[in-house]
């Protein structure tokens, strides 16, 4: 059975850093398109940042360009979300999601989201003084 397991949440203050994992059983990551996907409170999931499984073309949200930096490490079958300059807005449920069919990787995050076929069960990012 496959399974997604998001780690690295915690409370944070504005400017501080944090790194997400996501870290997967009976299925290769490597192989897979992964995408970090973020939900806050009264608004609709939205794609952060997506990793695709060949080349490892990446895409990341306009708000988050600059500031996160998404990357894998195939040997450990984790990819991972290392989030720098925290701001307020940042604040979410973040979740990990795999995908064994491509598009483009901006669809991938942006659009595609019902193409994820494995979602882990998030974890709480809060960037709060």
């Known amino acids: 059975q496959v399974q997604l397991v998001e780690s690295g949440g915690a409370l944070v203050q504005p400017g501080g850093s944090l790194r997400l994992l996501c870290a997967a059983s009976?299925?290769?990551?490597?192989?897979?398109?992964i995408g970090w996907f973020l939900k806050a409170p009264g608004k609709v999931r939205e794609g952060v940042s997506c990793i695709s499984s060949s080349v490892g073309s990446t895409y990341y949200a306009d708000s988050v360009k600059g500031r996160f930096t998404i990357s894998r490490d195939n040997a450990k079958n984790t990819v991972y979300l290392q989030m720098n300059s925290l701001r307020p807005e940042d604040t979410a449920v973040y979740y990990c999601?795999?995908?064994?069919?491509?598009?483009?990787?901006?669809?991938?995050?942006?659009?595609?989201?019902?193409?994820?076929?494995?979602w882990g069960q998030g974890t709480q990012v809060t960037v709060s003084s």
């Open positions: 999601a795999a995908s064994v069919v491509f598009t483009t990787i901006k669809a991938m995050c942006v659009a595609d989201h019902g193409r994820y076929n494995y």
């Open positions: 009976a299925l290769a990551l490597a192989y897979s398109t």
